[in-house]
């Protein structure tokens, strides 16, 4: 059986004194889109963060490609092939395309040998970026700062990729966009771990979702199974004979 690109096993984190993740264990396998969903504050902001290194957890592990990355900080999951897209201020409005592209590229690669491949395969998978680098970010539409938001994410070629409510905050015309932007980031190789409140979007191009409730993870299956879940409410507060494991 093919190992979990990440694994997670008893993670707790938080805030203070109080953990709002408790014991969180799951994986995402290689090559598809798993998506975390849950209430509004079930705590999956706080897990992501301590996915990628905004927050230090309090204990359990967090292993990436078979390396253990729990105790890293970003900079270092970043070099270690773990990406990251926040919901909010994700780039730089000041800057042009082609300058935010080159910062998130220059975070990680030690030179710029690799810059233009880097930024041609993003331009592949984002036409829309094409021929516009000397635009400025801030001037860009709300659907456009996430296309470049994932451009940057991928400048140095992560292995999964971690979005933070993708969705929020675009216009009903923009969402089929973005959701097609992440299965394009999908298609060109790229894991991708999300969370997003738009259920039915999200899970349409996902192979895995994961129920994440009062900071425990209450049922991680097939997507398929999700929507098709007799009873969805149980799943969210977590009723013990709905808990269920992919594969089980």
Do not use: W
Not at 38 to 44: E, F, M, Q, V, Y
Request: aromatic share 6%.
């Amino acid at each position: 059986m093919t190992e979990p690109l990440l694994k997670v096993e008893k993670l707790c984190a938080g805030y203070g004194s109080g953990d709002i993740v408790k014991n969180a264990g799951f994986t995402v396998s290689e090559n598809g889109i798993s998506t975390i969903v849950g209430p509004n504050g079930a705590g999956k902001s706080t897990l992501i963060k301590a996915l990628v290194g905004l927050l230090t957890p309090r204990s359990g592990s967090i292993i990436l490609a078979g390396k253990d990355v729990s105790k890293m900080n970003a900079p270092a999951k970043a070099r270690a092939g773990l990406g990251y897209v926040p919901q909010e201020h994700n780039v730089f409005r000041n800057l042009s395309i082609g300058e935010n592209m080159m910062l998130a590229y220059e975070f990680i690669a030690p030179d710029r040998a690799g810059f233009s491949a880097a930024r041609d395969r993003v331009f592949d998978i984002f036409p829309d970026l094409v021929g516009r680098e000397s635009d400025l970010a801030g001037n860009l539409s709300g659907g456009q700062r996430q296309m470049l938001a994932f451009g940057c994410a991928l400048m140095p070629h992560p292995s999964l990729l971690l979005l933070d409510e993708p969705s929020a905050g675009l216009s009903p015309k923009y969402v089929e966009g973005m959701f097609a932007a992440v299965k394009a980031v999908n298609d060109a190789g790229v894991c991708i771990l999300m969370i997003e409140q738009n259920v039915r979007e999200a899970m349409a191009i996902s192979e895995t979702a994961i129920v994440l409730a009062a900071g425990e993870i209450r049922a991680q299956m097939p997507a398929r199974e999700f929507m098709n879940h007799p009873d969805i409410h149980a799943l969210y507060m977590g009723a013990a004979s709905t808990r269920q494991q992919e594969g089980a």
